[in-house]
């Protein structure tokens, strides 16, 4: 497969992993990458020394390219992106902030930059600043999320008429049927996360994958629709949430129950009940946890296999 | 173009234009059936004695298949379908309640059922109810709407998956490459509503139709999630049933507000801030009013292409 995406990261297939908190260490981008897509360190979670050596380690088990993921407004960032220049890291995806704050300063150090959006005022954003592709994510991706509440279906051809950058499709896509799907709408690749958390390379707690594995449709919801949207699997803690939502307790008393630790108990350390469990819609897809390879190789194969029923339908 | 769906309702293109309150009369349903789709009638805003009118009307207009939506909440439900069966009409889709009330009467009288459904438990009563076909509708739909909130690109493959009834894709969709990527989901046609809202033959009020035009991303917002989720145009009707929301007012509160007679208000007679405007997250992918013929043409013109594209692409 040859598009100015697979072109612009030099990979084979154009699935990008997303680097997402507490899930995608090196073990699962050095997979991803190993197998022709583009493994994507999640810097959420780490601090610029963990970062650090997951990048070392990166580097030691591919040859092939990755990237490092970095919400903006995390509070060590200035040291992270030191750390990621240092490394010679030659991809980054910026997230939860203004792409006008690192971009330049990044490209100039080679670096191809790619920020993460959900509505076309931030894409044309993206555009003024530089960036070198967008990531549209919609209302089904799991983790923190937009407040227009655009689905992928309405948000890509929406940001394909808005600016003429590489575009990469997130929420929803788990399947070969989906990245079908995704370049019909005008993306050019995509980027996956809840099936990579399912992945044995992933460094999500077992009982969280066997958890996805388990959830049907319904069984995420976004919550804190007023603060911080996020999308979460039903639990308990989801239910406190919910609870002090409904009875319209203000901000503070949620960030009081959100603390600082719930994401690394849930998805980590694999309480399932009183951890923040992020998850996407396209959980309800997801049957069985795979080597993340293979994953890859499944999605191509389901996508080559999908084309050729649509060429061929009497459509 | 061929398919099972096209057989069943023995129509040129796998194109449904959604039965729509206060939009959707005989003018704009015999347009689309003329144009080689199949229109339907939106009975949720008509009396009986009304929709007798419009289906006579309707018959008079074209020689080809027509249907009518008929909500199951309808307090006149019984009459409209006695309507119906009386005038000889051969297709219904039926909405918000449980397809096992209706569809073995409607069957005895010759009549291709349709269910509309938001999630797999509601998909699998119509396989037991024996519908015919089931309209999946995702979030980003207009209109009432599902609880789960699951986005038409994670519906699609869920519903696909778990009954294999011809499947009709809903919500986000309003152009032929949404057709294509719906197809590629695994949907075999699809329902289209707010792009047939503002066309020419539809009977909303042309301020309202041009508020279509008007609206861009973020601006439609899914209200009352607690209550009967409704996906609406922002506006002063809008606002005051957030700040409600927000303000945890009670259920009764709330109904006491929406009243009877906004979507009436709102939709056909005109009035754009005071009155509920029912449209999907599309809207924002619409530019113009058209005929409503040229609509269905543009669509399978821009599907026709997008296919190509995605045929002779080097994915």
């Known amino acids: 497969m040859n598009s100015r995406l697979t072109s612009l990261f030099a990979i084979d297939f154009p699935i990008i992993q997303a680097g997402m908190i507490w899930c995608s260490g090196w073990r699962l ?9 583009l493994g994507l360190l999640g810097a959420g979670s780490m601090s610029p020394e963990v970062l650090e050596i997951q990048i070392r380690k990166c ?10 993921n970095v919400p903006l407004l995390y509070p060590r960032v200035e040291e992270q992106f030191e750390t990621i220049i240092r490394e010679g890291v030659k991809i980054v995806f ?4 203004n792409p006008a704050l690192w971009t330049s300063r990044l490209k100039e150090h080679g670096i191809t ?19 070198d592709a967008i990531v549209a994510e919609g209302f089904e991706a799991g983790g923190h999320n937009g407040k227009e509440e655009t689905t992928t279906f309405t948000l890509l051809p929406l940001i ?9 499709a997130a929420g ?17 690749g995509v980027q996956i996360g809840s099936r990579f958390v399912a992945s044995d390379e992933s460094s999500a707690h077992p009982l969280f994958k066997q958890k996805i594995v388990e959830t049907g449709d319904g069984g995420t919801f976004l919550a804190l629709k ?29 960030s009081g129950l959100l603390g600082k630790g719930r994401a690394r108990l849930g ?25 993340a390879g293979e994953i890859v190789r499944e999605i191509m194969d389901e996508f080559n296999l999908a084309r050729k029923e649509l060429r061929d339908s009497e459509y």
Chains 1, 2 share one sequence.
């Open 29 to 37: 981008a050095s997979a991803v990458s190993n197998a022709g897509g």
């Open 59 to 68: 580097k030691a088990a591919t040859d092939k390219p990755f990237g490092v």
């Open 94 to 97: 910026t997230s939860a902030g």
């Open 113 to 131: 930059v790619v920020h993460v959006i959900a509505n076309v005022k931030s894409a044309l954003k993206c555009e003024q600043s530089g960036v």
């Open 160 to 168: 394909r008429l808005a600016v003429k950058l590489p575009l990469i």
């Open 172 to 188: 929803g896509i788990a399947t070969g049927r989906g990245l079908l799907a995704a370049l019909a709408l005008g993306a050019e």
């Open 226 to 254: 007023k603060l911080v949207p996020v999308r979460l699997i039903k639990n308990a803690f989801f239910d406190q949430l919910q609870q002090l939502e409904n009875s319209c307790a203000t901000p503070e008393e949620m």
């Open 267 to 291: 998805m980590f350390e694999g309480n399932m009940e009183e951890g923040e469990l992020e998850i996407g819609q396209a959980a309800s897809l997801i049957n069985r946890i795979k080597p």
